[in-house]
């Protein structure tokens, strides 16, 4: 039944997954951080070191049933804990809401692009094995993923804070009984195939055009 191959494959994207939530997290920390918030670095969110932002059920235990089970390897991070009213003076709360909620993202966004560019110069001076593009390449798509998904405008993700930043002030009470449903439609968002389109479509479309540019950047 391939069960060498399997258990790599589930490692792999164990691993994957792990250093990407850390990525994550702490673009929320550092950004919070930088704001004038010492809470993520009081409480140790403020590093790369991926034990720090891991979640027992979310960074571990979900990815390996997923993976065992043929779920894919959906899974979340710790949150960053972080408190508005310790923000410097002369930023807006809304404004520091926007910065920390993107700064995850952003981060996963960053890392893409730059496993892209190494891959495409192994690639092109032939220092790439098969495997080595394979795990390097699914670390972009893994990364597009996490991008595109936490943006989306549903509570709790990192877009469903961006968008209340937007909602009027009049518009919050309504905003707030539609966050109520925020886990069912996220729940939709992943285990409907046409719904997953909305996160995977752009990420898949990115991962690609990426490495054609890089490719014409460094002439391949």
Not at 92 to 118: C, D, E, K, Y
Request: proline residues 6%; charged residues 10%; glycine residues 10%.
């Amino acid at each position: 039944m391939g069960q060498n191959f399997d258990v790599r494959q589930i490692l792999i994207s164990l691993f994957v997954l792990i250093v990407s939530v850390a990525v994550h997290e702490f673009g929320h920390a550092i950004m919070a951080y930088k704001l004038g918030d010492d809470t993520p670095k009081r409480q140790g969110r403020v590093t790369l070191n991926p034990l720090a932002h891991a979640d027992p059920i979310g960074t571990f235990l979900l990815p390996v049933l997923g993976g065992i089970y043929g779920g894919g390897g959906f899974g979340w991070g710790k949150p960053v804990q972080w408190n508005p009213s310790r923000i410097r003076r002369g930023i807006r709360t809304s404004t520091a809401n926007i910065l920390v909620s993107f700064a995850g993202p952003a981060m996963n966004l960053l890392l893409a692009v730059v496993v892209a560019l190494v891959l495409v110069i192994l690639v092109a001076r032939g220092a790439a094995s098969h495997d080595v593009i394979k795990i390097l390449n699914f670390v972009v798509a893994t990364n597009f993923v996490l991008f595109f998904f936490n943006l989306l405008p549903v509570p709790p993700l990192d877009g469903g804070h961006i968008a209340q930043a937007f909602v009027p002030y009049r518009h919050r009470e309504a905003y707030e009984s539609y966050a109520k449903y925020g886990p069912f439609v996220l729940l939709a968002l992943i285990m409907i195939p046409q719904l997953r389109n909305l996160f995977l479509w752009p990420a898949s479309w990115c991962t690609q055009h990426l490495y054609s540019g890089l490719a014409s950047i460094v002439g391949i």
